[in-house]
């Protein structure tokens, strides 16, 4: 018995070990823009911007909160760390049809998507809205959070520092 256990810890750790240096990047999925053009998620993280991928739905009233709050600061942002946002829906086909007009009023100025059956977020494996990742310069997923806190904007700017320092 402590021969196996001692076998089960050396396999998890190995695991674990592994896992660590295996980098994430965004999957090749074709979602569509709110003018119904296709466009692959993967092509964000191609001309060596940071890209932030955040989900969202209409009913998600911290979603909706998260991205009105950091649109008081993604022009600087822009500027600043040369940072591009996509804002995935994850609306279904009976709230979809809420979405543009919802973003117009909002006057965001996002990359806005359409996961309206989920492939993406299951590719990423988001179990709830909202949900954010960044994308390092290289294609790479450095960071996700799950949730939204009134703040949450300033511990993101925090990561876009670091991986501008990083360059």
């Avoid at 965004?26 to 709110?34: A, F, T």
């Avoid at 466009?39 to 940071?50: A, E, P, Y």
């Avoid at 709050?69 to 086909?93: F, G, H, P, T």
């Avoid at 960044?134 to 300033?154: K, R, S």
């Amino acid at each position: 018995m402590k021969n196996f256990l001692t076998f089960l810890i050396l396999v998890l750790f190995s695991n674990f070990i592994f896992a660590q240096d295996a980098k994430q990047s965004l999957p090749d999925i074709v979602l569509k823009d709110l003018k119904g053009k296709a466009v692959n998620i993967k092509s964000f993280s191609k001309d060596g911007k940071i890209v932030i991928v955040n989900f969202w739905a209409t009913w998600c009233t911290p979603c909706k909160k998260e991205l009105n709050n950091i649109n008081e600061m993604y022009e600087d942002w822009k500027s600043k760390y040369n940072v591009v946002l996509v804002a995935v829906s994850i609306d279904n086909a009976r709230n979809v049809m809420k979405v543009k007009p919802y973003v117009d009023g909002q006057a965001w100025s996002y990359e806005i998507l359409l996961d309206v059956n989920s492939d993406l977020m299951r590719a990423m494996n988001v179990q709830n809205p909202p949900h954010t990742f960044l994308v390092d310069q290289n294609g790479n997923i450095v960071y996700a959070h799950n949730g939204y806190l009134e703040g949450d904007e300033f511990e993101l700017e925090e990561k876009l520092k670091e991986l501008t320092l990083k360059k």
